[in-house]
T-cell receptor, first 108, second 115 residues
Framework: GIQVEQSPPDLILQEGANSTLRCNFSDSVNNLQWFHQNPWGQLINLFYIPSGTKQNGRLSATTVATERYSLLYISSSQTTDSGVYFCAVERSNYKLTFGKGTLLTVNP | DAGVIQSPRHEVTEMGQEVTLRCKPISGHNSLFWYRQTMMRGLELLIYFNNNVPIDDSGMPEDRFSAKMPNASFSTLKIQPSEPRDSAVYFC?????????????FGEGSWLTVV
């Protein structure tokens, strides 16, 4: 099956710093989504982005489908950004395959 | 919209007992998913329903697991008998359809502990 690798596995930032999270996938995909799991366990969809660039406030994402990677940018990080960020891809069916996530800790 | 609603939020049960997890998808969504999250295996898809019909249950770990979707607004995931290794967070999610550019929405999860 398709492999999804996320980096870095862990990231610690000071409030106000910027960060870039990466997602590499092993094959072409029909669907790519980024999720944030907050410290209470809730999974929130951030972006649906199989290709191109999208922005939502301090967050933006870029997927380069031909090179099989996606990047999630967080600018001016806040403590509420802490949690685990997951990349999930769908290749040729309905199954979303999740990466292992990046654990982000933003300190005040 | 109320989002995907799951119950119970937390359950602690003894090994051998039956566990039933419940899910109400977002109204109008025709795809429903059950996922399991553990530290060791991450997020795994257990079963997928489309228009109330189970399409793929290859992720269901054993015969002890079963899932039903009797109508468009309700689904259950049952574990009988439960074992300690079933301890995990079980998420229900719904979507209008992954390929049409619609996103998937997760419930808050059911935290299961089997002792």
């Amino acid at each position: 099956g398709i492999q999804v690798e996320q980096s870095p596995p862990d990231l610690i930032l000071q409030e106000g710093a910027n960060s870039t999270l990466r997602c590499n996938f092993s094959d072409s995909v029909n669907n790519l989504q980024w999720f944030h799991q907050n410290p209470w366990g809730q999974l929130i969809n951030l972006f649906y982005i199989p290709s191109g660039t999208k922005q939502n406030g301090r967050l933006s994402a870029t997927t380069v489908a031909t090179e099989r990677y996606s990047l999630l940018y967080i600018s001016s990080s806040q403590t509420t950004d802490s949690g685990v960020y997951f990349c999930a891809v769908e290749r040729s069916n309905y199954k979303l395959t999740f990466g292992k996530g990046t654990l982000l800790t933003v300190n005040p | 919209d109320a989002g995907v609603i799951q119950s119970p939020r937390h359950e602690v049960t003894e090994m051998g007992q039956e566990v039933t997890l419940r899910c109400k998808p977002i109204s109008g969504h025709n795809s429903l998913f059950w996922y399991r999250q553990t530290m060791m295996r991450g997020l795994e898809l257990l079963i997928y329903f489309n228009n109330n019909v189970p399409i793929d249950d290859s992720g269901m770990p054993e015969d002890r697991f079963s899932a039903k979707m009797p109508n468009a607004s309700f689904s259950t995931l049952k574990i009988q008998p439960s074992e300690p290794r079933d301890s995990a967070v079980y998420f229900c999610a719904s979507s209008l359809g992954l390929r049409s550019g619609n996103t998937i929405y997760f419930g808050e999860g059911s935290w299961l502990t089997v002792v």
